[in-house]
């Protein structure tokens, strides 16, 4: 890499792991905790890049993207946050950051797409008018795993995108959420958001009455995989004569559409005319470590709206985490309004979150480490997964059990020979039997939390 790299952070560990592999690199670097020398290091021209925090001692790193962009156009930002929202991602695509990252964050990462903005840096991005909409500041499209941010860093993209947006996802996963966060982000936040059923299809005035509400604004049709022939028909017709101004369109489904287009079920026109762009939204139980986000975020709402302040002890956490969640999002979150005016300590209990899962207590989430002095491995590991097939009271866990249990093995075992191993991935790589590269995908893929505290904070 070559260029001057301007890093403002007011984490004095991050300055320092930043300036030596930027150095070592081939760049030039300075670094700063203060947002007003950031400033003034851009508007006196340094830097070919710019890597800034958000919150800061003296300023915010977003705020401060509209003045980098003024005064010195085209100078790329990258902008790395541990405030993992779907707001910071969307507010740092409209203030036209070169790139987002979740901290904590994965060094060589950020340094390939540092590489990437120095070789661009010459090339300045379209400005994008208007601000946020607050209504959507309370949204809980919160989550810190790869799955999410990979989701934040689309939805900025096409937010304003001349596309229409196909978002699939189990129920409860929150595909309402990312339409209605499209639309309050867009320039057509100012316009009305409508959201159509297979019953508005059901009589031939139907496509125009919907017109004529939602004007140029955004028109999601919920859940299309339900659709009759009649209604896909109409829809069909409709979206070929569009008014113009013509409405955002964004349609939902449960099921992956190519499952019913490929049986003749769902008319193949009518697809590629709503899947410009598909969102997949991860059910919970493929991001379980967004859970204790999750939680603290939904019990955080619900004091802020009048009810106790409550906290989940730690076995009740242990207990939220391994169960399968079939309604995903939208049942945790029902439950722990559920369990903020049931529990009658500060502190939720176990027993009380057995009550409202109809959890048996005895289920445990699987755990390495658990096995008892004469008890083998293999059979431990076969009595926890009883335990968890009984959590369901007679009824089978979710599809996708094989890669979930290989997951939950796999995690703690890494956590577990990193710690053995002082964090020394070579050490580690050896003593597992597998390569280094293997490795690294690993903890990558697995989000590991004892590596996480071993990454910048």
Same mark, same amino acid.
């Given at each position: 890499?070559?260029?001057?790299?301007?890093?403002?952070?007011?984490?004095?560990?991050?300055?320092?792991?930043?300036?030596?592999?930027?150095?070592?690199?081939?760049?030039?670097?300075?670094?700063?905790?203060?947002?007003?020398t950031l400033l003034r290091w851009v508007e006196e021209g340094k830097g070919d890049l710019v890597i800034s925090d958000v919150v800061m001692p003296d300023g915010n790193g977003l705020e401060a993207l509209p003045k980098i962009s003024a005064m010195r156009p085209g100078l790329p930002v990258i902008v790395i946050s541990a405030q993992n929202t779907i707001m910071t991602a969307v507010k740092a695509a409209e203030a036209d950051a070169y790139d987002y990252l979740p901290k904590p964050f994965d060094l060589p990462d950020l340094m390939k797409r540092a590489a990437r903005?120095?070789?661009?840096?010459?090339?300045?991005?379209?400005?994008?008018?208007?601000?946020?909409?607050?209504?959507?500041?309370?949204?809980?499209?919160?989550?810190?795993?790869?799955?999410?941010?990979?989701?934040?860093?689309?939805?900025?993209?096409?937010?304003?995108?001349?596309?229409?947006?196909?978002?699939?996802?189990?129920?409860?996963?929150?595909?309402?959420?990312?339409?209605?966060?499209?639309?309050?982000?867009?320039?057509?936040?100012?316009?009305?958001? =409508? =959201?159509?059923?297979?019953?508005?299809?059901?009589?031939?005035?139907?496509?125009s009455s919907l017109l004529a509400r939602v004007r140029g604004g955004s028109l999601v049709f919920d859940e299309v995989s339900d659709f009759d022939d009649e209604a896909q028909a109409r829809l069909v017709r409709m979206l070929d004569a569009l008014p113009d101004p013509a409405p955002r369109i964004m349609a939902t489904s449960q099921s992956d559409l190519a499952t019913p287009l490929d049986a003749g079920k769902f008319r193949q026109d009518l697809y590629y005319r709503l899947a410009g762009v598909t969102l997949s939204v991860p059910s919970l139980r493929e991001r379980v470590e967004d859970i204790p986000l999750l939680v603290d975020h939904f019990l955080a709402r619900a004091e802020v709206s009048g009810a106790p302040r409550r906290r989940l002890s730690p076995e009740?956490?242990?207990?939220?985490?391994?169960?399968?969640?079939?309604?995903?999002?939208?049942?945790?979150?029902?439950?722990?309004?559920?369990?903020?005016?049931?529990?009658?300590?500060?502190?939720?209990?176990?027993?009380?979150?057995?009550?409202?899962?109809?959890?048996?207590?005895?289920?445990?989430?699987?755990?390495?480490?658990a096995v008892g002095e004469s008890e083998k491995l293999s059979a431990s590991v076969a009595r926890h997964l009883r335990r968890y097939f009984d959590l369901h009271g007679g009824a089978l866990p979710?599809?996708?059990?094989?890669?979930?249990?290989?997951?939950? =093995?796999?995690?703690?075992?890494?956590?577990?020979?990193?710690?053995?191993?002082?964090?020394?991935?070579?050490?580690?790589?050896?003593?597992?039997?597998?390569?280094?590269?293997?490795?690294?995908?690993?903890?990558?893929?697995?989000?590991?939390?004892?590596?996480?505290?071993r990454k910048l904070m």
């Open positions: 890499m070559d260029g001057t790299v301007l890093v403002a952070d007011d984490d004095r560990t991050i300055r320092t792991v930043l300036t030596q592999a930027l150095t070592r690199a081939g760049c030039r670097v300075h670094a700063t905790s203060s947002m007003t903005a120095l070789e661009r840096r010459a090339r300045a991005k379209p400005a994008r008018s208007g601000a946020a909409s607050e209504e959507t500041s309370d949204l809980p499209l919160v989550g810190r795993t790869p799955a999410m941010q990979a989701l934040y860093r689309l939805v900025a993209r096409v937010m304003n995108a001349d596309l229409a947006v196909l978002i699939v996802g189990e129920s409860g996963t929150g595909k309402s959420l990312i339409a209605r966060a499209i639309h309050d982000f867009s320039d057509r936040r100012t316009l009305p958001f =409508v =959201v159509a059923q297979a019953s508005d299809f059901a009589s031939t005035d139907g496509p009740a956490l242990a207990l939220v985490r391994a169960y399968s969640w079939p309604g995903n999002v939208r049942q945790l979150e029902n439950s722990l309004r559920r369990l903020v005016f049931t529990a009658t300590e500060d502190e939720i209990g176990r027993t009380e979150v057995e009550a409202v899962l109809g959890a048996q207590p005895s289920a445990e989430p699987l755990r390495a480490g979710a599809p996708g059990l094989y890669d979930r249990i290989l997951r939950e =093995v796999e995690a703690p075992l890494l956590e577990i020979a990193l710690d053995a191993t002082g964090g020394n991935q070579a050490r580690c790589a050896d003593l597992l039997g597998i390569n280094r590269n293997t490795l690294r995908k690993k903890i990558t893929d697995l989000d590991i939390q004892v590596t996480r505290r």
